[in-house]
């Protein structure tokens, strides 16, 4: 009885502490933010006469690391990589060739090193020594900047070579980082030259024609947490600034020579083809008409022709570097069937009328303009045109002037009134193109739109003396051109009817007055401001 009671006693005390306890997740303490710190390191560093292959540094906590072979950069740089692993709380770094005597070495590890845990960066860190008596010490820093727009230039390397060097490989080198900023510490006292290169090729040389280059214009000698420019070149408060592009290659050359569709040829040029000549090499009949068009920037060319024959031979040549003959076939074939292969040829049936409608409306002082996609050599604008205003309206005395050199584009000549309704019905055979297509009845619905739904800019812009002209554009939130204009003087500029939104001012110094931004010249800014907003309810003046 005896041993029972002290048995039911122990049921109840273990069922007592079971209702009094509650089991719960041991607490972990605050996350970790803080990346890795150095201990220490083997040898020192800021250290002199180097003489071993290999260098240890402690970390107060657990490390690993990210992309090491792109993310650490040693200056001078080394024909081998050294190898890089971690052991617990310690970097190994071993060098897989002999250093260079009486030389400071920079190395710069960027964000590959983090905490195991966390992943936390740590980020600036720089070890460096010398296998030398003395320690060279002087920096030099600065921004890369892409000329096109202004936006920092991350992930470029940034490399420095002295005068006398035969080579233009590399003394020092590092990278920017996302706000386009650079450092280049342990430098020795001489007059370099600075070089930028995105390496799309890591070979760290420039070898790619689409590799975005840029360069100092004259000559630095760093100093101590500074530099000097050696002779009068652009400098900014945080050191050198370099603006970067992509070099043009100036070779013409011919991209395409195609058919497009039933009596429409294109050829494609790398640059504008004012210099280019396209000639058929045989005798054609009075029925057989060619039309050439160049794109805006002149470096497509059209040709629109009667498609009354199979083929013909077209010579190509601008003199230099294009002399090119083809035989082309001029009856268009889409496959039907790949099974078959059978193929059939493409003829529209009637002409395509478009307009700049956008969802149906047109801005306050827009005028209406018809698009075509081939020239229109006839319009033919008769009773049977309807134009209606509103409701109440109705007037055909409509008039349709040529809105550019090949007639592809036709503006009504009248002015239209914000705040009202239109509509436009043509018969068809009103508009005739060049193959001799004409229009299907054509109706257009539109309004014009209120003008307290806008808001305009007003800028005064000062032209510099040394340049022939500006180039200003309007761009949006996006980047995108909303508007280009051309000015040869200091006036004022207006951006009228925006949409509501953010807006920025873009200055190109046309230094060629060719009236188009091009890339391998250097450029300066031009002092606008940044960022401008249209208002609707309170237009800006």
Not at 330 to 345: G, I, M
Request: hydrophobic fraction near 35%; charged fraction near 25%.
């Amino acid at each position: 009885m005896k041993k029972i009671i002290r048995y039911l006693a122990l049921v109840a005390a273990v069922a007592l502490l079971g209702r009094c306890a509650n089991v719960v997740t041991p607490a972990g303490g605050p996350k970790d933010e803080k990346p890795p710190v150095v201990l220490e390191s083997s040898p020192a560093n800021n250290s002199t006469n180097f003489s071993g292959k290999t260098i240890h540094i402690s970390f107060d906590e657990f490390i690993t690391l990210n992309n090491a072979s792109s993310n650490i950069l040693i200056s001078p740089p080394l024909k081998k990589k050294p190898t890089y692993r971690t052991s617990g709380k310690t970097l190994i770094i071993k060098f897989e060739e002999p250093l260079k005597p009486e030389t400071t070495y920079s190395i710069n590890f960027g964000e590959a090193i983090k905490d195991l845990h966390e992943g936390n960066v740590l980020k600036g860190f720089n070890y460096v020594f010398s296998t030398g008596e003395s320690l060279d010490s002087l920096t030099l820093k600065g921004t890369v900047t892409q000329a096109i727009d202004l936006k920092p230039a991350e992930d470029f390397y940034v490399g420095l070579y002295t005068v006398e060097a035969d080579t233009v490989t590399f003394d020092y080198c590092t990278k920017t980082d996302k706000k386009g900023r650079f450092e280049l510490k342990g430098l020795a006292d001489n007059e370099y030259h600075v070089f930028v290169l995105k390496d799309n090729n890591s070979n760290m040389i420039y070898d790619l024609p689409n590799e975005e280059i840029g360069f100092y214009p004259g000559l630095v000698r760093p100093v101590a947490e500074s530099f000097s420019a050696v002779d009068d070149t652009t400098a900014v408060d945080n050191g050198i600034e370099i603006f970067t592009f992509v070099e043009e290659d100036s070779v013409q050359k011919i991209f395409k020579k195609e058919l497009v569709e039933s009596g429409l040829l294109r050829f494609v040029f790398r640059y504008p083809a004012d210099n280019v000549s396209i000639t058929a090499l045989e005798e054609l009949p009075d029925t057989f008409n060619i039309m050439p068009v160049y794109s805006a920037k002149k470096d497509t060319v059209l040709w629109y022709f009667t498609p009354n024959r199979d083929s013909l031979r077209i010579c190509i040549n601008d003199g230099i570097n294009i002399s090119d003959t083809i035989h082309i076939s001029l009856k268009p074939r889409e496959a039907v069937s790949k099974k078959r292969k059978k193929q059939t040829d493409i003829q529209p049936k009637s002409l395509a009328v478009g307009s700049n409608l956008k969802s149906g409306k047109l801005k306050p002082e827009q005028s209406l303009i018809l698009c075509f996609n081939e020239p229109i050599t006839e319009v033919n604008v008769h009773d049977t045109t309807w134009f209606i205003v509103d409701k109440d309206t109705i007037i055909n005395d409509l008039h349709f002037s040529k809105a550019d050199q090949y007639g592809f584009r036709y503006q009504l000549d009248k002015q239209l009134e914000p705040e009202k309704s239109y509509q436009i019905i043509f018969p068809d055979s009103t508009f005739f193109g060049f193959s001799g297509l004409t229009n299907d009845t054509t109706k257009l619905r539109f309004n014009v739109q209120e003008e307290s739904l806008f808001g305009n800019i007003y800028i005064m812009v000062e032209k510099p003396e040394s340049v022939p002209q500006l180039i200003i554009e309007l761009l949006d939130s996006k980047d995108h051109v909303v508007d280009t204009q051309i000015i040869n003087q200091t006036q004022e500029l207006a951006f009228e009817y925006l949409d509501p939104g953010k807006y920025k001012l873009k200055a190109i110094l046309d230094t060629d007055a060719n009236g188009v931004w091009r890339h391998g010249v250097r450029g300066h800014r031009a002092g606008l401001p940044p960022l401008w907003r249209a208002v609707p309810e309170l237009p800006a003046h």
